[in-house]
């Protein structure tokens, strides 16, 4: 019988799910609806039941269990502290799961796995050293240093969205302060930039737009900036500029081999990397600038569920396990 890995990414709308080969290659992925109900209290024996379902289907054999969930988690016992999205709170995940597989299950924040899923499969190319910063709603971040994810003291490592990028007025963030880093490069800051530039350039052609229609998209705006207007290129400027200092600040005390850049908009592809790399050149020391490649995510939706096969090869393999 084949043996395999099985790798679950926990959101707040399904449960990404894959069979994965221990070389990191998936040999079969599915989705299910997460059940919001009573608190979540049913989206791990429901996940546990697919496993097991789709087990007896492609008659596999697996090797150990890897669930990547949103929020603050003590990896260590698997624990979530509070994944708000999903209306966990106090929720030892690991234990569940593991009671009702009767398999070892290693559990992180899913940004953290999203950087192993490009460390392992995507465009780290097995960097050890790797920052991966994912660009959605909000800003995600993960740190992988000497082969493994940083945790931090409390499990709160890698948050790099919540770094402080506008010292004073900045925008309220969910988090809790202001001025961070998600509030201006992420889709929603991107968009709330551009929808200020376009108001103060009603020439422009988001002025135009923002008129016409009373609301800018991010997608907008850097189609906009892409075709040359001028309010709409200041925005992703502005955008790329903070992410460049902020990397280039974690770049100097980290000093990875790779940042990868993904979520949706990433999706502006190279011209946001040239962006970025030029802010990021700017305040990086000069040996940094030179030696960092930063690059796209390459695995899209599937990073989080390689990411928890990594995670769940290490500790199949006797590595980087809450006993370790
Ligand atoms: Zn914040």
Not at 101 to 111: E, F, K, R
Not at 114 to 138: F, I
Request: with cysteine; aromatic share 4%; proline share 2%.
């Amino acid at each position: 019988m084949k043996s395999v890995l099985a790798a679950v990414d926990v959101g707040g709308t399904s449960l990404k799910m894959a069979f994965v080969t221990h070389d990191g290659e998936i040999a079969a992925k599915w989705e299910i609806p997460t059940n919001q109900s009573d608190k979540g209290a049913h989206i791990i024996s429901e996940a546990a039941a697919s496993i097991k379902e789709k087990q007896r289907e492609y008659n596999v054999d697996i090797g150990a269990v890897g669930v990547g969930a949103p929020g603050f988690i003590d990896v260590e016992r698997g624990f979530i502290y509070e994944a708000v999205n999903v209306g966990w709170k106090s929720y030892p995940l690991r234990e569940e799961m593991e009671s009702l597989l009767g398999l070892p299950v290693v559990v992180d924040n899913d940004a953290n796995l999203a950087a192993g899923g490009e460390k392992w499969k995507g465009a780290g190319g097995g960097a050890d050293n790797l920052l991966a910063v994912t660009l959605g709603t909000g800003v995600g971040g993960g740190i992988i240093a000497g082969g493994s994810i940083i945790h931090g003291q409390s499990g709160m490592a890698g948050e790099i969205g919540h770094i402080t990028a506008v010292r004073e007025g900045g925008a309220r963030c969910n988090c809790g302060k202001n001025g961070c880093l998600e509030t201006v490069a992420s889709a929603t800051g991107i968009a709330r930039i551009g929808r200020e530039k376009a108001a103060a350039n009603p020439s422009s052609s988001i002025g135009g737009a923002l008129k016409a229609k009373g609301s800018l998209s991010a997608k907008e705006i850097i189609d906009a900036a892409k075709n040359g207007d001028h309010a709409a290129e200041e925005a992703v400027n502005e955008a790329a500029d903070h992410l460049g200092f902020a990397l280039a600040n974690l770049c100097n005390s980290l000093n990875p081999e790779t940042i990868v850049i993904g979520g949706g908009v990433s999706k502006a592809g190279d011209y946001l990397v040239e962006k970025i790399t030029a802010s990021f050149k700017t305040y990086a020391i000069p040996k940094i600038a030179a030696e960092t490649t930063i690059r796209l995510a390459e695995l899209g939706n599937d990073a989080g569920v390689i990411g928890a096969a990594w995670l769940a090869a290490k500790a199949y393999r006797g590595e980087g396990t809450a006993e370790l």
